[in-house]
T-cell receptor, first 112, second 113 residues
Framework: DVKVTQSSRYLVKRTGEKVFLECVQD?????MFWYRQDPGLGLRLIYF???????EKGDIPEGYSVSREKKERFSLILESASTNQTSMYLC???????????FGSGTRLTVV | GENVEQHPSTLSVQEGDSAVIKCTYS??????FPWYKQELGKRPQLIID?????GEKKDQRIAVTLNKTAKHFSLHITETQPEDSAVYFC????????????FGKGTTLSVSS
């Protein structure tokens, strides 16, 4: 079974803090993705990466950055957390052409 | 970029009835259309997918149909059971290197016994 592990299940941070969300997959997948999930808005793509050190912006990259120094690890960085970034963050991985994504369990981030 | 619309946002059915969820997409380059099921408090899981060279695919009680000309695809669940209650997401992608799935906003399906 492919495993996608997100380092924290719940996280509470203060406004203005720099926040790191970590994601690790163990099946040598080329692609990794970060989505945020909000009620009524579905899953919105923040950033993705198809290779080490490569990154592509998704639909809502503002306020976020990413890092992929190793194939198995993809980090999402909130440079200066704001309350509107309170959300569930889902990491996923896949082979270069799918067939489908494997999601992590998610990190519920609350910014106060 | 791709835009995926999903309807309805909520769907309530009686156990044993059928349920249909519909999605439309905008990018004619999209050729891969998966469906994910997310139970409360759990991660989304792939339940079925279809590629553009196929018009219909079936797996036991679930089926997906695709109309590339009209740019829409649908999920059909027959003989619904309470354990089918979940949020369902459709998605679309060109499925090429350097692309990502774009998801619909989800449909909350409630099956009452």
């Amino acid at each position: 079974d492919v495993k996608v592990t997100q380092s924290s299940r719940y996280l509470v941070k203060r406004t203005g803090e720099k926040v790191f969300l970590e994601c690790v997959q163990d099946m040598d997948h080329e692609n990794m993705f970060w989505y945020r999930q909000d009620p009524g808005l579905g899953l919105r793509l923040i950033y993705f990466s198809y290779d080490v050190k490569m990154k592509e912006k998704g639909d809502i990259p503002e306020g976020y950055s990413v890092s992929r120094e190793k194939k198995e690890r993809f980090s999402l960085i909130l440079e200066s957390a704001s309350t509107n970034q309170t959300s569930m963050y889902l990491c996923a991985s896949s082979l270069i052409l799918g067939p489908g994504y494997t999601f992590g369990s998610g990190t519920r981030l609350t910014v106060v | 970029g791709e835009n995926v619309e999903q309807h309805p946002s909520t769907l309530s059915v009686q156990e044993g009835d059928s349920a249909v969820i519909k999605c439309t997409y905008s990018d004619s380059a999209s050729n891969y259309f998966p469906w994910y099921k997310q139970e409360l408090g759990k991660r989304p899981q792939l339940i079925i997918d279809i590629r553009s060279n196929v018009g219909e695919k079936k797996d036991q009680r679930i089926a997906v149909t695709l109309n590339k000309t009209a740019k829409h695809f649908s999920l059909h669940i027959t003989e619904t059971q309470p354990e089918d209650s979940a949020v369902y997401f459709c998605a679309a992608s060109p499925n090429q290197a350097g692309t990502a799935l774009i998801f619909g906003k989800g449909t909350t399906l409630s099956v009452s016994s």
